[in-house]
């Protein structure tokens, strides 16, 4: 199985009905008219456009996941959302461990282990997010730290079906400073080998490996072109139609 790639945007916590609306008619109508479309494209919005989004890029191919979910299927903790939910609601997808909610909410890598396992159990495939701080890189440990948060948040049972890695250094989120392209190769790489040892060549070769980190309509042709990157995890240039139709043809 070629690895195809994956552009996945993460709407973060942006946009009302209108500008939602507005993203994903504006992302369906031009995908529409691709006939021949070398990427796949997923959009995360906020929980609450999931629905109308889910309905808005109906027939297009697009796909649509959530941010987060919690690590069980149902019960009593207000305000979370169960993997369940997600489906039932035309989910393919779920971000697990984005870097955001590990600083913000205190999320270790058990706790995205645990959710990613809860995604699998609900029929979507997790996309896990890892990557180091600035002061991690600086003091030599951006392959250690990436390597223990990988084997600390696969899930159990994952495939290249059910699983895609998210390389997210978080340094470059947000801030317009990207990895160089050598950079998140050398991370890649590394995490394509951990890939091979803990769940062999096969799923290895085949897992997708995005890159996250100001990636955008300029510098995504090149951060694309490298052996291991197989998409990218995009948050601001996913907001505007174009950058991230741009981005989805950039592949080499
Ligand atoms: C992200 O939200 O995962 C991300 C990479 O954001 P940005 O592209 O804005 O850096």
Not at 35 to 42: C, E, G, P, R, T
Not at 58 to 84: L, N
Not at 100 to 128: Q, S
Request: glycine letters at 12%; hydrophobic letters at 40%.
């Amino acid at each position: 199985m070629a690895r195809r790639i994956l552009a996945a945007g993460n709407w973060k916590m942006n946009g009302l009905q209108a500008d939602g609306l507005a993203l994903a008619s504006g992302l369906a109508a031009q995908r529409k008219s691709e006939s021949n479309a070398k990427v796949d494209m997923l959009v995360c919005p906020p929980f609450v456009l999931i629905s109308k989004v889910v309905d808005a890029v109906a027939g297009s191919g697009i796909m649509v996941g959530g941010q987060d979910c919690h690590m069980t299927e149902k019960g009593a903790h207000t305000g979370d959302t169960s993997a369940w939910m997600l489906k039932d609601t035309g989910c393919t997808h779920v971000i697990v461990g984005h870097s955001e909610r590990r600083t913000n909410h205190g999320e270790t890598d058990d706790v995205v282990k645990a959710k990613a396992e809860a995604a699998l159990a609900a029929g979507l495939v997790a996309i896990v997010c890892i990557g180091e701080t600035l002061e991690e890189r600086d003091a030599g440990k951006t392959l250690d730290v990436n390597r223990r948060q990988l084997l600390g948040s696969l899930p159990d049972g994952a495939t290249a079906a059910n699983t895609v890695v998210a390389y997210e250094p978080v340094w470059a989120i947000g801030t317009g400073r990207t990895a160089t392209p050598e950079q998140a190769q050398e991370v890649h790489a590394m995490l394509r080998g951990e890939l091979v040892g803990k769940l062999g060549q096969g799923i290895a070769d085949d897992m997708l490996i995005l890159y996250g980190g100001s990636m955008n309509a300029k510098n995504a042709k090149e951060l694309l072109a490298q052996t291991d990157i197989d998409g990218g995890l995009i948050g601001g240039a996913a907001l505007k139609v174009d950058d991230f139709m741009t981005i989805s043809h950039s592949a080499p």
